[in-house]
């Protein structure tokens, strides 16, 4: 029986991540490919401040007055991959606020110490109480500041609460797509959603196919005259017990009987 694939939760569709300010047109489409393989697909970019690649020595000018206007380059839905409909489907908006305007939720991620009371907490701390807030119908989000100097200190005031990703004290330098697949990544794995799918079928061999593969085996070691000198039944029965406790598959009757087949193919053009 072939093994459906589960669903992902619908209250997902609560969660959003947004990009503040992100300057890097690849870092965009590389969040938005992280945040599909973790079955997140609301992605909101509040006034994307793109610098000069090779690959977009040009990139749009955001302009807060006109936020419809503005268009993601070629290199953010190259680097998307799959994901290119998150990308098509982003909202653009000029302010924070406006991007958290109908939020229960929001955390500011940071990695820097600030003045602020609000207890600083992994994603695996926070992530329960966002599930079960978008499991309630609230909407949920996760703020990603720029790349250089990610969340300003306005800006993570806005948000009720401040996620950190745990790292080395000496060296933290994540990328900021690498920082929203970690979050993303937390996310969908407490969803509780089932990996069986992923899981090869069992068809394990029954007693007999087992009993009739060492018959099998048997007789090519008698015919390579393997026994001499050795007790072929106490060998045969430790040979029935190991397969036996193996979890033998009939896949690997099948191609341990060709391999003997062969075998004895061979031994018998040799004579």
Known sequence: M?????????????????????SHPANIG????????MGLTRLTLVAPNLMATPMTPEPHT???????D??????????????????????????????????????ALTSRRRELTAPLQTPRELVPELLQAAARGEQVALVFGNETFGLNIEEVQACNRLMT???NPDYFSLNLAQAVQV??????????MQMSHLQQEDHAA????????????ESLMHDVDFFRRRNSERMMRRMQSLFARANTQTEDIDILRGFFNK?????REKE
Do not use: W
């Not at 590389?30 to 393989?37: E, I, L, V």
């Not at 075998?263 to 031994?267: H, M, R």
């Open 70 to 107: 503005f268009k993601l380059p070629e290199e953010s839905f190259i680097l998307a991959s799959g994901a290119a409909d998150v990308l098509e489907h982003a909202a653009i908006v000029a302010t924070l606020d406006e991007a958290l305007a109908d939020t229960t939720l929001s955390c």
């Open 30 to 37: 590389s969040a938005a490919r992280a945040m599909k393989t």
């Open 263 to 267: 075998v004895k193919q061979n031994l």
């Open 165 to 167: 990703i745990s790292g």
């Open 183 to 192: 979050v993303c990544y937390e996310i969908c794995s407490q969803t509780g």
């Open 206 to 217: 029954t007693h007999e196919q087992i009993k009739g593969m060492v018959g099998h085996l």
């Open 2 to 22: 072939t093994l459906s694939k589960p669903t992902l939760p619908d209250y997902l569709h609560n969660i959003r991540i947004i990009l503040s300010r992100t």
């Open 62 to 68: 955001f302009d807060a007055a006109k936020p419809q």
